[in-house]
């Protein structure tokens, strides 16, 4: 007697110090889900395609989706398409990603960043549902964004690196910035490790009035506003531990709007501008939910 | 006995001094021209549709392609749907342009800003065939970019209007800026009136040894390592009048490479800079001719 099967995506969220996976079509049809500790490529990946592998009774694993941290390689025609790229993550630079996968389980996968893959997950079960070009900016260790942009994230050269935006420095401001590349960039000023920095302390215990939340919102703005500018999102998300501070987002609007100075003649960046700049509705799970996207439109192509 | 007639687009480039319309299907195949003053929106649409309905023997126009000077209305859902937005320039702030086309031509139209239609035309024939994502950016009267992603250009809360970016002051820098908006943004800082204000006199009579080029290139770097950031484009391509001082781009080359600072492992970032930053290729023809590329794809939705 045959079993009926139904057909089920992987995805995977590879991040700094876990790997998140599930087996599912959708957040709210996960079958099987498992976290990952990061420790060398080899055994992550191992643990990885090993739970993807695992018999399940009454389900067919069609296509898998990844979304990680990078850089990594996206570019079908390089000699190292589906490698992570130079990080300054131990043993990862150069760790092949994409090939284990594909010759283990056989069946079509995509692969994205994760704040691509945050990105489409908030296109489609979050908080800019329906929205294109949108816009996903997390704000944590470092500055990251993803945009979709006519259907599809951005490739490019690489792929957009939209943490190390060139941002004007405010007047008073003497901090000499901590991006080792770019030294006062957007991530050099207004990361996690920026803010502590400026304070000498870990962020989650800088007070909600410290002066610190201005400065951070103002680099924040202008990053954002240079962002809006080039893509003219119809929504800005953002995530990322540095937004857990409430004060936060309510200054970065007001500044935003500040910034733009009404030269952009759009509701949405004067009266609505809390309905167009708003905080993730997947948080963590932005990455893993768009990894499912990503399976989606792997098993379209294959 | 019946005439066969061969199918041939419109294509409408329109700027804050003159209308270029032509009739054809490419820059080799061009079967009419003409070049009309802009003046008031009824009197300068009125030439270019009767321009376009003249009768022609033995070509039969099928959809016409428009890309203008803007701010522009890009949204199909909007009551302002194709007109021209707030602009300084007299009489055309909320000029109709699209309407009165569609009414008097009778096919289908496409429309787009000046910079959108010049990336079409130079992805199609000029400096960045082929390429996806690519960027145009054009610096003269204004700044401005256009940048075609997964096969089109940017459209979302209203287009892109990158010349607006905020960037970082340089230390011994004490311009105040021209942008009306925004003070010291690239535009501000860097557009032609900009130079021309910092120096006095009109930019052709710049000498190519002034140190204000390296200014400019300065400001331009750190703007397009905003928009490589962001974009991830294969390639950038500049346009407008400034970009006439053959000292400009050099500086720019250099300037932007050391911006970036070896962050993007790409050879187009650094010794193959020359084929990565290229001047545009098809002029002051790029807009007009992507609104041929415009008025196909017009009729590909039509």
Request: net charge negative; glycine share 14%; proline share 8%.
């Amino acid at each position: 007697m045959a079993v009926v099967e139904r057909d089920v995506y992987g995805a995977v969220e590879g991040g700094g110090t876990k790997f998140v996976c599930l087996v599912g079509t959708s957040p709210d049809d996960i079958v099987d889900e498992i976290t990952i500790p990061t420790t060398t490529p080899t055994e992550t990946i191992g643990a990885v395609i090993e739970f993807l592998r695992r018999p399940r009774p009454g389900v067919r694993l069609v296509s898998v989706g990844v979304a990680t941290f990078g850089p990594i390689d996206l570019d079908p025609r390089s000699e190292t398409y589906g490698c992570v790229l130079k990080t300054t993550k131990p043993e990862w630079s150069g760790a092949r990603i994409l090939g284990p996968l594909a010759r283990r389980l056989g069946v079509p996968i995509a692969w994205d960043t994760d704040v691509n893959g945050a990105v489409l997950g908030e296109a489609r079960w979050g908080a800019a549902q329906g929205l294109d070009p949108v816009l996903y900016l997390t704000i944590g260790t470092g500055i990251g964004g993803g945009a979709l942009v006519n259907g599809a994230p951005i490739h490019g050269l690489i792929h957009p690196e939209m943490g190390h935006l060139p941002v004007p420095i405010r007047e008073d401001d003497t901090f000499p910035g901590i991006c080792s590349f770019h030294g006062r960039c957007l991530e050099g000023m207004a990361s996690g490790p920026a803010l502590a920095a400026r304070c000498g302390r870990p962020v989650p215990e800088i007070p909600a009035d410290d002066p610190v939340w201005d400065l951070a919102a103002w680099y924040l703005a202008h990053g954002i506003s240079g962002l809006v500018l080039t893509l003219s999102p119809r929504r800005v998300i953002l995530g990322g531990g540095v937004m857990r501070q409430a004060t936060l987002l309510p200054r970065i609007r007001r500044m935003l709007v500040e910034v733009l100075n009404g030269y952009l003649e759009a509701p949405e960046l004067g009266e609505r501008i809390d309905e167009y700049l708003v905080p993730s509705a997947l948080g963590q799970k932005a990455g893993l939910y768009g990894a499912i996207v990503l399976a989606e439109r792997a098993r379209g192509a294959g």
